[in-house]
């Protein structure tokens, strides 16, 4: 029992330092675990629906380093989807974004811009301050009401503390119709 003791701890520590939350309300006391200024939604806000997606429009990227200390957001380079929504009428989709990131201090928040300024449904908590190496974080964002025709979904980021944050590799995967 000794024996697993050390392992048992070290999943209980790895699973709050990983853990993620819902950058609702940036101006709020950070809950525990999270980085300074991530903020405690003021209520829990759950949505469901469901639409048929049956296409995919993704960029993948080697990139070797992008970084910023931006305290707000700005488009990740090279994570921009263009795409074309059939149909007649209005529907959704689903943008799943990956990425290997880095945060020596502070945090990472980021979020899903589809089109001009329609921002999606939340930002969030990419990554809080990091352990010392870089590791691979993803959040799957929706929009709903997207008409048929031609977009572009951006993924943008921004450092919570303007301290320099990295990301490596990334994709960005858009689900429509």
């Known amino acids: 029992m000794m024996k697993r003791m050390?392992?048992?701890m070290a999943a209980v520590l790895l699973g709050v330092v990983i853990g993620g939350t819902v950058n609702a309300n940036s101006s709020a006391e950070s809950p525990p675990g999270a980085a300074p200024g991530v903020g405690t939604p003021a209520a829990v806000v759950t949505d469901s629906g469901g639409c048929a997606l049956t296409k995919q429009s993704f960029l993948?990227?080697?990139d070797t380093s992008a970084t910023t200390t931006s305290t707000s957001y700005v488009n990740v380079p090279n994570a921009s989807v263009s795409f074309t929504s059939a149909g007649s009428?209005?529907?959704?989709?689903t943008v799943l974004f990956t990425a290997v990131v880095?945060?020596?201090?502070g945090g990472i928040d980021i979020r899903a811009v589809l089109g001009a300024n329609t921002i999606s449904s939340q930002a969030v908590?990419?990554?809080g301050q990091g352990l010392p190496f870089a590791d691979s974080h993803a959040f799957t964002f929706y929009f709903k009401g997207v008409k048929p025709g031609s977009h572009t979904v951006k993924i943008q980021w921004e450092s919570t503390q303007g301290a320099v944050v990295y990301m490596?590799?990334?994709?960005t995967v858009v689900y429509h119709r």
């Open 168 to 171: 490596w590799q990334h994709t």
């Open 125 to 127: 908590q990419f990554v």
């Open 60 to 62: 993948a990227t080697n």
């Open 6 to 8: 050390p392992i048992v």
């Open 102 to 105: 880095y945060s020596p201090t």
């Open 89 to 93: 009428t209005m529907s959704c989709l």
